[in-house]
C-alpha cells in the first residue's frame, strides 16, 4: 500500500507524455506554419521565393538594350599590284618576279553600332568605318539598311552614321549614376563576324588613358571584347548603356611554355556615355565637334621622384597667333587656376578647355618663374588634327 502513490504518479506522467505527443501531431498536421512558428524557424510565405543576393539571369538587361544594337559591315576598294611569275624557269633566274597591273580589291572590316534615335542616327567607332566607300547596317529584326556619315570626331574616335528607317529601338542611357569598380557590365556586339553576342564581367577600372587619341577616359572591363565589337554597347546590369565598346588591350605577350605569341585576355576598353553622347549631339548638330582651344602644348609639373604630385601645367610651346599668343604667354609659364579652380593636370585642363565655347573669355592664373600672373584669353576653336597644331 506504501508504493501506491509511486504508480499514481508514474500512470499521470505518462498520461501526459501521450496527451502532448497527440497534440503534437495534430498541430504538425493542421497548422504546421504555427509549430514552425513555436520552433523559432523564419517565416517562409508561400509562393515567395526566398531572398537572393544579385540577379540570377541578365535575359531582361539584354532583352531591354539588345534590339539597339547593330552589326556593321564597311566595306573598301584598295588597289593591289599583282604579280607576274615566269613559266620558263631561264627567265624566273634572270627576272625573278614582275609587277603586274594594278587590280582593285574589296575589304570588308566589322564593326557593331548603337542606335541612338528612332529616326536613324547611329554611334559607332570611326576606326570602323574610316575610309569605307559602302558601310552597311544590320538591325536587329534582319533588316539591312546602307548607312551614310553624319560626321567622325578623330580625337574620340566616334562616328555617327544615318540610316533611312524609322521607330527603331534605341538604347536607354544610364542616368547620371558614376560607374564604379566592380559593377557588372554586359558587352554586346558582333565579335569575329559570328553574330550578335554577350558577353559579362566587370568593370575593372575607370579614367584609363591609352594615348589613342586625345580626349580618353576610358572604362576598363574583362568583358570578353573581340574584333566586331568594336562601336557596340557595354550596359549595365539593368541593360542601360554606359559606354562604347572601342578598344582592347592586345600587346602580344611569351609564354614561358611557348614561342608562340599570346594575347593577354580581359583587358577591354569602353568610351563613357557622356563623352559618347556629347560627341553625338555635336555631331547631330553641326556635323562636328567643337571644342575650345588655348594655342599651347603643356604637360604636367615636372617633379622630382617621391615627391608628390604637383597640381598645374607647364606651357611647352606656344603657337604663333594662337589665344595663348595674343594672351602673352610663353613657353615655361606654370599654369595653376582656369576661372578660379585649380588646374590637376593636363588632362584636367584639356577636358575643361574644350568645354569652354569659341569666343569666351576666360582667366588664367599661374606663374612665371617664381611670379605669379594672371589675365584673361580668348578661347579659339581647336583646329582638326590633320593641321598638326
Known amino acids: 500500500m506504501q508504493t501506491r502513490p509511486f504508480y499514481n504518479l508514474a500512470a499521470f506522467v505518462v498520461r501526459c507524455v501521450v496527451i502532448g505527443l497527440a497534440a503534437a501531431f495534430v498541430l504538425s498536421v493542421f497548422a504546421p506554419r504555427l509549430v514552425e512558428r513555436l520552433r523559432g524557424a523564419p517565416e517562409v510565405q508561400r509562393g515567395v521565393a526566398a531572398p537572393v543576393h544579385g540577379p540570377q539571369s541578365y535575359a531582361s538587361a539584354v532583352a531591354r538594350a539588345s ?110 549614376a558614376a560607374v564604379e569598380v566592380g559593377d557588372v557590365v554586359l558587352a554586346i556586339g558582333n565579335p569575329a563576324g559570328v553574330g550578335k553576342t554577350v558577353t559579362m564581367g566587370i568593370v575593372s577600372a575607370t579614367g584609363r588613358q591609352l594615348k589613342m587619341s586625345a580626349f580618353e577616359d576610358f572604362i576598363q572591363t574583362d568583358a570578353a571584347i573581340n574584333a566586331g565589337n568594336s562601336g557596340g554597347a557595354l550596359v549595365d546590369s539593368q541593360g542601360e548603356l554606359i559606354g562604347i565598346n572601342t578598344a582592347v588591350y592586345a600587346t602580344p605577350i611569351r609564354s614561358e611554355t611557348s614561342r608562340a605569341p599570346q594575347m593577354p585576355e580581359g583587358i577591354g576598353f569602353a568610351i563613357p556615355v557622356a563623352t559618347a553622347k556629347a560627341v553625338l549631339d555635336q555631331i547631330i548638330k553641326h556635323g562636328h565637334v567643337i571644342r575650345g582651344w588655348l594655342g599651347a602644348d603643356y604637360s604636367d609639373v615636372p617633379q622630382d621622384a617621391g615627391e608628390p604630385h604637383q597640381p598645374g601645367v607647364m606651357l611647352a610651346r606656344i603657337v604663333p597667333d594662337g589665344p595663348a599668343a595674343k594672351a602673352g604667354l610663353q613657353a615655361g609659364d606654370v599654369l595653376l587656376r582656369l576661372d578660379g579652380n585649380d588646374i590637376g593636370d593636363q588632362l584636367d585642363l584639356l577636358n575643361r578647355e574644350a568645354a569652354i565655347a569659341p569666343g569666351v573669355k576666360a582667366h588664367l592664373e599661374g606663374l612665371r618663374g617664381t611670379q605669379p600672373f594672371s589675365l584673361d584669353i580668348v578661347m579659339a576653336q581647336r583646329p582638326p588634327p590633320s593641321t598638326g597644331t
Open 67 to 176: 534590339p539597339a544594337v547593330v552589326n556593321i559591315y564597311a566595306n573598301r576598294i584598295t588597289a593591289t599590284r599583282s604579280t607576274r611569275v615566269f613559266v620558263d624557269p631561264l627567265s624566273q633566274r634572270l627576272l625573278g618576279y614582275a609587277a603586274g597591273p594594278v587590280l582593285p580589291r574589296r575589304d570588308q572590316s566589322l564593326g557593331s553600332g548603337v542606335i541612338f534615335g528612332a529616326d536613324g542616327y547611329v554611334l559607332t567607332n570611326n576606326h570602323v568605318i574610316s575610309g569605307a566607300d559602302d558601310i552597311q547596317v544590320v538591325l536587329d529584326d534582319g533588316r539591312v539598311r546602307r548607312a551614310q556619315v553624319v560626321g567622325v570626331d578623330v580625337e574620340t574616335d566616334l562616328a555617327v552614321l544615318h540610316i533611312d528607317a524609322s521607330n527603331l529601338p534605341t538604347i536607354e542611357v544610364r542616368d547620371g
